[in-house]
């Protein structure tokens, strides 16, 4: 069955932190409600503890790193559901019962190309 990829942008917060419980509890339903289709997920920390990594030059060139995010923006990519669907349409209906996808941010769906 084809799989595919929903990245969740929503407000770059630490969801872990107790003001986010209420909202997290909606991701954890989903989770729970959505289980037989979700392969993965995982929950990503603030921006703030990214690194962005660059190669100067080509392959084997230096290794340049920075802090933080790659850019400012007032969504922030803050998650994933590796979801299993029967196609697109399915994916899409699935997607848009997560939390961000009702107004407060959004929701990306990209089918996973299959390894061979």
């Given at each position: ?7 969740t ?12 419980a ?13 289980a037989?289709?979700?392969?993965a997920?995982?929950?990503?920390h603030?921006?703030?503890?990214a ?15 920075t ?13 994933y ?9 399915d994916a899409?209906a699935?997607?848009a ?7 407060v ?7 996973v190309l299959?390894?061979?």
């Amino acid at each position: 069955m084809p799989q595919y990829l929903a990245l969740t942008y929503t407000a770059d917060v630490d969801w872990f932190a107790p003001e986010q419980a209420a909202e997290l509890a909606e991701y954890v339903q989903f989770a729970k409600d959505n289980a037989a289709s979700i392969k993965a997920a995982a929950v990503l920390h603030p921006t703030s503890t990214a690194t962005v990594v660059r190669v100067e030059g080509a392959r084997g060139g230096n290794v340049i790193t920075t802090d933080g995010p790659y850019a400012e923006t007032k969504e922030a990519l803050t998650g994933y559901y590796l979801i299993e669907a029967a196609d697109l349409d399915d994916a899409i209906a699935i997607a848009a019962k997560l939390p961000a996808a009702w107004g407060v941010g959004a929701i990306e769906v990209r089918p996973v190309l299959a390894a061979n």
